[in-house]
């Protein structure tokens, strides 16, 4: 498999990222270990996660995901042969939460535990905190690339203003920049990172982890109708975000280009963001073998000019 590099930065990652948002979730640990084997497998080497996974869940305090990750990489020997990317900044309670240094420092090593690991190959602002100078956040990253525990670092959920002021302040301070973006992004969700996101990523070689590739599972065409929220413990808030007059002409196209190509509706729009500029692995998450195949194949799925016209056309904003 073509591996792809994260940035500007030494990281080499296939063309897919597994969202690890359901490990330890709506995937048991050891669905979760059998995914994460049948991944390395199939030629993937990326996994991405974060502190706070899955905090919401009821009885869950954060820290699930990583927990089964890291008894996985414990047990399978296999740490290195993934690139493992996780997040910090979200609200873990307690006051813990933002990206002061000193949170920074202690949350790291927090990860590293649960990850059973001695570096974080991409650690990553999950989204952006105004209170503190971003001076102080990229200094913190610097001491923990320059210590070893991190490979390098990104951004999640930034604006295109502040993502180029934190790249400025990395120029100017000589300070590690972030190499990667993680932004909301799909067939559906376009707007806000086309507009400014994406050509700031295309000008400065960030690399573009898009998440919700799949817009949570609405553009594999499973919810097609109000009835359908019961199928998943995310389907009601999926529904009602997606399933409106714009978003069935979506799934209208995505059936279309998936008979003329013989893929899956989810298969074609994987491979529609795979297609976009500055994108370098969409993340995308699988609670079971078949839908983990179906990721696999998309990933081998290229779409010509008329197929993405035919669905740039559809989602188009009107």
């Given at each position: ?227 359908d929220a019961g199928k998943s413990p995310r389907g ?83």
């Amino acid at each position: 498999m073509e591996l792809r590099p994260l940035g500007r930065s030494a990281l080499q990652v296939s063309p897919l990222c597994f969202g690890g948002n359901v490990f330890g979730w709506t995937a048991d640990e050891k669905t979760s270990f059998s995914l994460l084997d049948a991944w390395l497998d199939a030629g993937f080497n990326f996994v991405d996660t974060a502190d706070v996974y899955s905090r919401w869940a009821p009885g869950h305090t954060g820290g699930e995901s990583e927990t089964v990750i890291g008894k996985w990489l414990r047990q399978s020997g296999k740490r290195d042969k993934v690139v493992i990317a996780t997040k910090v900044g979200m609200d873990m309670g307690d006051g813990k939460a933002g990206l002061k240094a000193d949170y920074i420092k202690r949350a790291v090593e927090d990860s590293l535990r649960r990850l059973h690991t001695d570096r974080i190959d991409l650690y990553q602002a999950h989204k952006d905190d105004e209170a503190t100078p971003l001076e102080e956040t990229l200094e913190a990253f610097a001491g923990l690339v320059k210590q070893g525990k991190v490979r390098a670092i990104g951004a999640s959920n930034y604006s295109a203003a502040r993502l180029r002021e934190a790249l400025d302040t990395s120029t100017r301070m000589g300070l590690p920049r972030y190499e990667t973006l993680q932004p909301l992004y799909n067939l559906y969700d376009r707007a806000v990172f086309e507009q400014d996101l994406q050509p700031l990523c295309v000008q400065e070689g960030v690399g573009v982890i898009n998440f919700y590739a799949l817009a949570a599972g609405f553009l594999t065409g499973k919810y097609r109708k109000a009835e359908d929220a019961g199928k998943s413990p995310r389907g009601a808030a999926t529904t009602k975000k997606y399933l409106n007059d714009r978003g069935l002409r979506i799934l209208a196209a995505l059936d279309d280009v998936a008979r003329q190509v013989g893929a899956t509706p989810g298969q074609v729009a994987v491979a529609w963001v795979m297609a976009q500029p500055a994108v370098v692995a969409p993340i995308a998450s699988a609670t079971s073998l078949a839908q983990l195949k179906d990721l696999v194949q998309a990933s081998q799925l290229r779409l010509d000019p008329q197929a993405l016209a035919r669905l740039n056309q559809a989602s188009a904003e009107s």
